[in-house]
């Protein structure tokens, strides 16, 4: 069983969100809103809410509890850009861009508390840069300049 909540036009910006949707992604809700509790982003605040929203979404619907549900998915997207224009010197006026995001919350109840791993990326190959280094590049004029 899965239950959704999104949060639309939330005054946050997406960059900030993210960062704090990242700590919850994969956790069991419980554990994912004592996180928001204690987190110090002020993001933390209306991603919390949608949290709770969306566990209440699944108590009333699926008749789960919150101890069973884990957050499953969780995403945000950039809403509409409030443009905003500060006074500057000799009159000039600078834009200012007030960002506004779209949370989304997923819950369920049917898939196992995980993290979401990063793939793991295949060994890079250290590319030649000739004998000396790059001293040798940048056309060093001393010989103690290209050895070091």
């Known amino acids: 069983m899965e239950a959704k909540a999104r949060a639309r036009y939330v005054r946050v910006t997406p960059r900030k969100a993210r960062r704090v949707v990242d700590l919850i992604r994969g956790l069991p809700a419980?554990?994912?809103?004592?996180?928001l509790a204690f987190a110090p982003q002020s993001a933390s605040d209306p991603v919390g809410?949608?949290?709770?929203?969306?566990?209440a979404n699944a108590e009333y619907t699926g008749r789960a509890t919150a101890s069973s549900l884990v957050v499953?998915?969780?995403w945000v997207d950039e809403g509409p850009t409030i443009p905003r224009f500060r006074h500057r010197a000799q009159g000039r006026g600078y834009r200012i861009n007030k960002r506004t995001s779209h949370i989304t919350v997923i819950v369920s109840d049917g898939i196992e508390p995980t993290r979401r791993v990063a793939p793991e990326r295949p060994a890079t190959t250290s590319r030649a840069t000739g004998t000396r280094g790059s001293a040798s590049r940048r056309g060093a004029s001393n010989s103690n300049e290209r050895t070091g």
Do not use: H, N, T
């Open 30 to 35: 419980e554990q994912a809103r004592a996180v």
């Open 72 to 74: 499953s998915g969780a």
């Open 49 to 55: 809410k949608v949290l709770a929203s969306a566990i």
